[in-house]
């Protein structure tokens, strides 16, 4: 750790100042204090005015610091609970890029360290929801494993190979594998086909339940690479689906989805601030629900878009549709659930919690009136 501050002369280029060390010292030019706190948050969070790639900088590592990664997901946890959320799978990304950093700053964390911090993280927020009787309000969270779709084969094949560790180790927190990152940019499904199958073959010879969960159809391509990821999810045997905003043009695959009950995890805020639709009225929400296709809200980098939880997402969902209403968005949230990767013992205890809670919401509803 270097002790310089990085305005001195005396600074190494590149290496790691205390964080505290650097706020208190902050320029008075800049605001001193205050003005670094602003900056962080700045540069942490992008507007609906902002290019994204531009002004995306949340990957600079800031949450890749032990402490501030355990603090992050006890935070991210506790938002999603105090939105009235009681289950969560979370994409975690993994590369070699984005290890996590430990306390004292000399070594990357393994991914297995750092699923043991998640674990840890995990049992502490519902050991404080149980001494505060507040049990039924949080059953858990689950780690959907997320590589990079803009590695090569070789890489991918060395993080599909990491998945299968780490869910031999932790069965019950690894939920599922995904390749995350902008599609248009990065690899389709099909450069992967090999190594995913294979992938598929070893998990099953090891009696292992991994589920693919991609992203897919998170672009306005039509009929090119990117839009053809829908179908290579569906052929590659894929239980939910990140966004499929370019479904809606594909009404037989459509129904295959619908008849295979593949959920669709829909994020209307997100599609809005990177303009796949202009407005909610606009987005193919609607078209997927009156097709009959399992969708589930997901909010899609809150941290970035600043829409923690999912409240936001849900009233966009309601304004999308003069005939969608409280049972409608009932429906939606009891389906997050429904299509989870919660094995059934858990899942029927999930329900039934949640049965009981919306069961009580509305009967506040009607006293209140």
């Not at 505290?20 to 969070?45: N, V």
């Amino acid at each position: 750790m270097n002790n310089s501050f990085p305005t001195s002369t005396d600074y190494v280029p590149n290496s790691w100042v205390s964080a505290q060390r650097f706020r208190e010292g902050f320029p008075s030019e800049l605001g001193g204090k205050d003005g670094f706190d602003k900056w962080i948050i700045s540069a942490m969070t992008i507007s609906a005015d902002d290019t994204y790639v531009q002004y995306n900088t949340t990957a600079k590592g800031l949450t890749r610091y032990e402490p501030i990664y355990r603090r992050y997901t006890d935070q991210l946890l506790v938002s999603q609970v105090e939105d009235g959320i009681s289950y969560v799978e979370i994409r975690l990304g993994y590369s070699p890029a984005r290890t996590v950093i430990s306390e004292d700053g000399t070594r990357n964390l393994t991914n297995s360290e750092v699923l043991d911090i998640t674990q840890a993280v995990i049992d502490g927020v519902k050991s404080r929801l149980q001494e505060q009787g507040r049990g039924n309000e949080f059953i858990g969270a689950r780690i959907i494993y997320s590589a990079t779709r803009s590695i090569s084969v070789p890489e991918m094949v060395k993080q599909l190979d990491d998945c299968l560790e780490l869910k031999s180790k932790y069965p019950e927190l690894i939920a599922g594998f995904d390749m995350a990152g902008q599609e248009d940019p990065g690899h389709p499904l099909m450069f992967f086909a090999e190594a995913l199958l294979d992938f598929r073959s070893k998990a099953e010879k090891r009696g292992l339940d991994i589920p693919f969960m991609f992203h897919a159809g998170e672009t306005l391509d039509d009929g090119g690479e990117v839009d053809s990821n829908l179908y290579d999810a569906y052929l590659l045997g894929a239980k939910r689906i990140g966004h499929g905003f370019s479904l809606a043009k594909h009404p037989l695959l459509m129904q295959k989805y619908r008849e295979n009950g593949i959920a669709v995890e829909v994020c209307p805020i997100s599609n809005e601030l990177l303009r796949l639709t202009r407005s909610a009225n606009t987005h193919i929400l609607p078209i997927l629900l009156n097709n009959g296709v399992p969708v589930a809200l997901s909010s899609d980098d809150p941290a970035v878009f600043q829409n923690p939880g999912l409240s936001f997402d849900f009233y966009q969902a309601m304004v999308a549709s003069n005939i969608t209403n409280i049972l409608s968005l009932g429906k939606l949230a009891r389906q997050s659930v429904e299509y989870s990767s919660l094995n059934k013992t858990a899942k029927d205890v999930a329900l039934g919690l949640w049965d009981a809670r919306w069961t009580e919401f509305i009967d506040e509803i009607v006293a209140s009136n």
